[in-house]
């Protein structure tokens, strides 16, 4: 069972592509038009029409929109929720923090951490214990560990 229903083919997103997906996750789907009149609400800011077309387009290339044509404008709808969205990306940071694979990297961040950050890694640390529990794997068992030898 895939962990998620949706997956991007590009996670990594610019400033104004954020901004345009919260845009049409708080309206669950807008038009160009909609969104750059949202965009121009702040007087400090500009932006063409173009430019919110073309980041649009991005966002389909990249995977977290679709768009679907309705009269004469497209109806731009995300691809996956805002929910999905927040834990697909903190599930590729964490993977990512793995991945340094260097443990004295890794305990120099978390040296860095108040805290509130640390008791949150403590009880996603007791999560992983009991998820490990519940599937049958031993957490003190490194990896190759008790493996029959091929």
Not at 17 to 45: C, F, M, S, V, Y
Not at 80 to 85: G, I, K, T, V
Not at 91 to 99: E, G, N, R, S, T
Not at 106 to 128: I, K, Y
């Amino acid at each position: 069972m895939p962990f998620f229903s949706h997956r991007p083919k590009t996670l990594s997103l610019g400033p104004l592509e954020t901004e345009i997906l919260e845009i049409i996750w708080q309206h669950n789907g807008a038009t160009a038009k909609r969104i750059h009149e949202q965009i121009l609400d702040n007087p400090d800011r500009e932006l063409t029409y173009a430019s919110v077309s073309t980041v649009l387009n991005r966002l389909v290339a990249k995977g977290w929109l679709s768009r679907k044509k309705h009269r004469r404008a497209f109806i731009w709808q995300p691809c996956l929720s805002q929910r999905e969205a927040q834990v697909l990306q903190a599930h590729h940071q964490v993977k990512q923090l793995l991945a340094v694979g260097d443990a004295e990297i890794v305990a120099a961040f978390a040296d860095e951490l108040d805290n509130a950050s640390l008791d949150r890694f403590e009880a996603m640390a007791q999560r992983l214990k009991a998820a490990r529990l519940q599937r049958g794997d031993d957490p003190h068992q490194t990896a190759g560990e008790g493996q029959p030898n091929a």
